[in-house]
C-alpha cells in the first residue's frame, strides 16, 4: 500500500492567493483527518470526514478554510485568501473504523508558506 | 477539554541508554493512545498504540505502558540508537468521538 498521498509537498505563495493542498487516503479507510502542524501550537486536527461526510470543523480557523471528500479517495483543504499566519505544515490522516482501533496513519505532509 | 502535556520537550541521551519518554493526560476518559515518531521534515509514524483497557504494549525495543487512572503513559525504548533521534508524540483518542489530542512532543537526541 502506497500510504496516505499528499501533494503538493511544499508551497509558497504570496498572501492573498487561493492555496489548495490534496489528499489520498489509504485505500478502504472510512476516516479523513486534516492537520496543522506549528511550532507555536503543535498539532490540531481541523476536519475529519467519516465517508466522505464532514463529521467535525470545530477546528477551522476561519472562513477562509474549507474542506472537500466528494469521494472517498480524493479530499481537498483550500485557504482563500491565504495570509501569512497561514504557514505550517499541513498533514492529512485516514484510519478504517473496522480497523486496529482507529490507528491514524499520517501522511508526508504539505509545508505552506505564505509570503 | 483534554489536554496532553509531554515533559521534557528535549532529551539528549548517549547511545547505548534506555529512553524514558512520559505523556500526561487530564481526562482518562480515553479510546487509546498511540505514540508517533516524527523525523525532521517528515510525516508521523505510527509506533504503538495501546487500547485503554491495556496496561502495556511491546514492540521490539520499545514499550508503552498506561496507566488510566492517573491519566499517564511512558514510552520506553531500550537501547537507543543513533537512529532512534526524533521527535516522539502521544495521542490520546477519546472515549467518544474521533478527535486525537496531541501532546507537544520530546525531543530526543541520541549522541554516538
Known amino acids: 500500500d502506497a500510504g496516505v498521498i499528499q501533494s503538493p509537498r511544499h508551497e509558497v505563495t504570496e498572501m492573498g492567493q487561493e492555496v489548495t493542498l490534496r489528499c489520498k487516503p489509504i485505500s478502504g479507510h472510512d476516516y479523513l483527518f486534516w492537520y496543522r502542524q506549528t511550532m507555536m501550537r503543535g498539532l490540531e486536527l481541523l476536519i475529519y470526514f467519516n465517508n466522505n461526510v464532514p463529521i467535525d470543523d470545530s477546528g477551522m480557523p476561519e472562513d477562509r478554510f474549507s474542506a472537500k471528500m466528494p469521494n472517498a479517495s480524493f479530499s481537498t483543504l483550500k485557504i482563500q485568501p491565504s495570509e501569512p499566519r497561514d504557514s505550517a505544515v499541513y498533514f492529512c490522516?485516514?484510519?478504517?473504523?473496522?480497523?486496529?482501533?482507529?490507528?491514524?496513519?499520517f501522511g508526508p505532509g504539505t509545508r505552506l508558506t505564505v509570503l | 477539554k483534554q489536554e496532553v502535556t509531554q515533559i521534557p520537550a528535549a532529551l539528549s541521551v548517549p547511545e547505548g541508554e534506555n529512553l524514558v519518554l512520559n505523556c500526561s493526560f487530564t481526562?482518562?476518559?480515553?479510546?487509546?493512545l498511540q505514540w508517533f515518531r516524527q523525523d525532521p521534515g517528515k510525516g508521523l509514524t505510527s509506533l504503538l498504540l495501546?487500547?485503554?483497557?491495556?496496561r502495556e504494549q511491546t514492540s521490539g525495543r520499545l514499550n508503552a505502558s498506561l496507566d488510566k487512572s492517573s491519566g499517564r503513559s511512558t514510552l520506553y525504548i531500550a537501547a537507543s540508537q543513533p537512529g532512534d533521534s526524533a521527535t516522539y508524540l502521544c495521542?490520546?483518542?477519546?472515549?467518544?468521538?474521533?478527535?486525537?489530542?496531541f501532546g507537544g512532543g520530546t525531543r530526543v537526541l541520541v549522541k554516538p
Open positions: 495501546i487500547q485503554s483497557s491495556q
Open positions: 481526562d482518562s476518559a480515553i479510546y487509546n
Open positions: 495521542a490520546v483518542h477519546p472515549a467518544a468521538g474521533n478527535k486525537l489530542t
Open positions: 490522516a485516514s484510519t478504517k473504523s473496522s480497523g486496529r482501533l482507529n490507528e491514524q496513519f
